[in-house]
């Protein structure tokens, strides 16, 4: 197979091009006029000055009843609570099946199954490392293929530099240096000093202190206080001390603070949730309101609900007509005339001209007999 197929036999591709956009020509209508901003609407139709009219609706709000709410309803006042009802299951039962038969554990597998031997595992043997005799001379597979080419070796292509010929040494002059010279300092007084000239007598180390203050008796005067002697003792440390003994704190009362007495007396009671619906609301004893609710019966009759209502038995299904308006052209009416706005009017068609059927006679009756108004192509048609 050579997975050529007739896609690629036949098909030729072809070069890939941008498609510009199909997009219509965009036109830029420039006017010199200046434009006037106030709308045909707010031109034609100036609001006339009228009085608002008093409202003939009679005042129909609701009035909440000045009597106190006992937030009771007549359902809780009614209801009898009857407790759960006990129910009773039509679940059938599902006894469990119990058969003396035993069981079978063959299966299709079981008794079409041969078994086939297994061949033996191939098992690879790896050959031992024997180290190579020839010694290591240091070449690599890379040094003994790639040698360097047979040639003259390669020539330095950086310009030659030709070095100067004097042997003068660096200036270390600058234009600063010969602008700007130093002037002539006076130089420093300096004084020669003497040359020591060491004493040839022996030099006595005594100090006057030792000379004349000297020990009485040729030895150093021992301390004459006792020595601390410490006490050990085992009992808890009181952490008292001569200055807690001594310097005790003073029991003194906090002074009050001078208030001056304020105009407004605070109740005694704490105001963290007192409010003032809670300080002057004064509770009044419910009113019963007495309940006009029909007794409910123990037993409910057991009879049939009826289904007709007043709505099935008076209710006269009517035909769905569609609105002339949302037709191009109205059946039974001819174009009379087109107004300079675009409004079409429309007469009706008289009985020489068209015979009608008893639905279009119950339709036309449905409209007046003046004739009919579409609107033109910039108002909105509205259905009937």
Known sequence: MDLISIYKQDYNPYPICRVPPCLPRETNYTSNVKMDTIPTYKGDYVPWNESKREMIKPDNKYHPSEAKFDYRTTVQDDYVYRGPVATHSCKPLNPAHMTKAPLEDLTNYKLNYVPHPLEKRFVHEYEKYKPSETPFDGLTTHKQSYKGLAGPPAKIVKPYQSMP????????????????????????????????????????????????????????????????????????????????????????????????????????????????????????????????????????????????????????????????????????????????????????????????????????????????????????????
């Open 165 to 384: 010929t004097h042997d003068l040494p660096f200036s270390s002059s600058t234009e600063f240096r010969e602008k700007y010279q130093a002037w002539p300092q006076h130089p420093m007084f300096t004084r020669k000093p003497d040359v020591y000239v060491p004493p040839v007598e022996k030099m006595d180390l005594q100090t006057t202190t030792k000379t004349h203050y000297t020990y009485p008796k040729g030895q150093p005067a021992k301390a004459c206080r006792p020595l601390g002697h410490v006490q050990k003792t085992t009992a808890p440390f009181d952490s008292c001390s001569t200055m807690k003994d001594d310097y005790k704190p003073w029991h003194g009362k906090k002074a009050k603070p001078i208030i001056p007495v304020s105009e407004l007396t605070l109740p005694a009671e704490p105001m963290e949730n007192l409010t003032t619906f809670r300080a002057h609301y004064v509770p009044h004893p419910p009113t019963l309101t007495k309940s006009f609710k029909p007794g409910w019966l123990a037993a409910r009759p057991n009879m049939p609900l009826d289904a007709e209502t007043t709505y099935a038995t008076s209710y006269t299904p009517k035909e769905i007509v569609k609105c002339l308006a949302s037709y191009k052209e109205p059946p039974g009416y001819v174009l009379q005339e087109i107004d300079a706005v675009g409004h079409k009017f429309y007469r009706p068609v008289s009985e020489a001209e068209r015979p009608m059927s008893s639905k279009s006679k119950e339709r036309r009756s449905s409209f007046s007999g003046n004739g009919l108004y579409l609107p033109g192509p910039k108002e909105l048609p509205m259905t009937a």
